[in-house]
Nanobody, 125 residues
């Protein structure tokens, strides 16, 4: 890979939905675990969801389990994060990441090779 870049952030009302996209440039996309992290002001960075290269393994943090869904399209070098039932606690800058590691290696241990510039998600009425 060469880089990753997020899109799709914005302002949404509580209870609403939003889909984030991440486009990776370069080759061997399917060799990389992809993940989504978020960081809010005054809070630690949180690995919220990761997906293995072939899409067979996924990880979700407890804070988003049941509300967020990660997916990838290896033909398009894309990874997505479908977010539903959003609350103000989900307000943060969301980053896409890539690394040749396991989903736990990325989301839990924090192994990150490529890191996007981030997209802001604000949940507010």
């Amino acid at each position: 890979l060469q880089s990753v870049m997020e899109s799709g952030g914005g302002v949404v009302q509580p209870g609403g939905s939003l889909r984030l996209s991440c486009e990776a440039s370069g080759v061997d996309f399917d060799a990389y675990t992809m993940g989504w992290f978020r960081q809010a002001p005054g809070k630690e960075r949180e690995g919220i969801s990761c997906i293995s290269g072939g899409g067979e393994n996924t990880y979700y943090a407890d804070s988003v389990k049941g509300r967020f869904t990660i997916s990838r399209d290896n033909a398009k070098n894309m990874v997505y994060l479908e977010m539903t039932a959003l609350s103000p606690d989900d307000t943060a800058e969301y980053h896409c990441a890539a690394e040749r590691t396991s989903v736990r290696g990325m989301c839990v241990i924090g192994g990150i090779g490529y890191w996007g510039q981030g997209t802001q998600v604000t949940v507010s009425s």
